[in-house]
């Protein structure tokens, strides 16, 4: 079974930290995501890669950027945390056109 | 552009009624995937099938089917005889291949309530 993992289930952060959640995936897929999800918007595109050290933008690229340095790990940052990216962060990977998920990070910026 | 589109927010139905969960999408491409997640309770998107848009077959598992038709863009889910369990949120989603990687796209998802 395709695993995805990602760091922390909660996360409690202050305004202007800046924070790191972490996904890691054990099947040697190619494409990862980030999707943030909340309630009446569905899931939103952050970031993906298709590749390792690349990166497209998705559909809510602003405040956040990505790492993937290796291809199992992939990285979403927000590098100063504020009150509006309280939200439950998704990290996604997929080979064939479909996308297995991770557990789900509850961030909450106060 | 590529969109998804759930019309129903919330369905609240009565166990072993049949429902169906409606999804529009909107490409430009010729190729692309089709997609049903759920996502019970506990928080993590379960996969439940994929559809290339070149098989419009319709598919049946177990109490689930799916109705897929290209002349509509849709690609609708139907549970059979509901039960308690079924009660999730349900995504359909929507993958195109790009010049750099293939893209997925959600709809906003569709509440699903059984009650006993």
């Given at each position: 079974?395709v695993k995805?993992?990602q760091?922390s289930r909660y996360?409690?952060?202050r305004t202007?930290?800046?924070v790191f959640?972490?996904?890691?995936q054990?099947?040697?897929?190619?494409?990862?995501?980030?999707?943030?999800q909340?309630?009446?918007?569905?899931?939103?595109?952050i970031?993906?890669?298709?590749?390792v050290?690349m990166?497209?933008?998705?559909?809510i690229?602003?405040g956040?950027?990505?790492?993937?340095e290796?291809?199992?790990r992939?990285s979403l940052?927000?590098?100063?945390?504020?009150?509006?990216?309280t939200?439950?962060?998704?990290c996604?990977?997929?080979?064939r056109?479909?996308?297995?998920f991770?557990?789900g990070?509850r961030?909450?910026v106060? | 552009?590529?969109k998804?589109t759930?019309a129903q927010?919330?369905i609240?139905?009565?166990?072993?009624?049949d429902?169906?969960?409606?999804?529009v999408?909107?490409t430009?491409?010729?190729t692309?995937y089709?997609?049903?997640?759920?996502?019970?309770?506990?928080?993590e998107l379960?996969?439940?099938?994929?559809r290339?848009?070149?098989d419009?077959?319709n598919e049946i598992?177990?109490r689930y089917?799916?109705?897929f038709?290209?002349?509509?863009?849709?690609?609708?889910f139907t549970?059979t005889?509901?039960?308690?369990v079924?009660s999730?949120?349900?995504f359909c989603?929507?993958?195109?291949?790009g010049?750099s990687?293939?893209?997925?796209?959600?709809?906003?998802?569709?509440q699903?309530t059984?009650?006993?």
């Amino acid at each position: 079974d395709v695993k995805v993992t990602q760091s922390s289930r909660y996360l409690v952060k202050r305004t202007g930290e800046k924070v790191f959640l972490e996904c890691v995936q054990d099947m040697d897929h190619e494409n990862m995501f980030w999707y943030r999800q909340d309630p009446g918007l569905g899931l939103r595109l952050i970031y993906f890669s298709y590749d390792v050290k690349m990166k497209e933008k998705g559909d809510i690229p602003e405040g956040y950027s990505v790492s993937r340095e290796k291809k199992e790990r992939f990285s979403l940052i927000l590098e100063s945390a504020s009150t509006n990216q309280t939200s439950m962060y998704l990290c996604a990977s997929s080979f064939r056109r479909g996308a297995f998920f991770g557990q789900g990070t509850r961030l909450t910026v106060v | 552009a590529q969109k998804v589109t759930q019309a129903q927010t919330e369905i609240s139905v009565v166990e072993k009624e049949d429902v169906t969960l409606d999804c529009v999408y909107e490409t430009r491409d010729t190729t692309y995937y089709l997609f049903w997640y759920k996502q019970p309770p506990s928080g993590e998107l379960v996969f439940l099938i994929r559809r290339n848009s070149f098989d419009e077959q319709n598919e049946i598992s177990g109490r689930y089917s799916w109705n897929f038709q290209k002349s509509t863009s849709s690609f609708n889910f139907t549970i059979t005889a509901s039960q308690v369990v079924d009660s999730a949120v349900y995504f359909c989603a929507l993958s195109e291949l790009g010049t750099s990687g293939s893209r997925l796209t959600f709809g906003e998802g569709t509440q699903l309530t059984v009650n006993p």
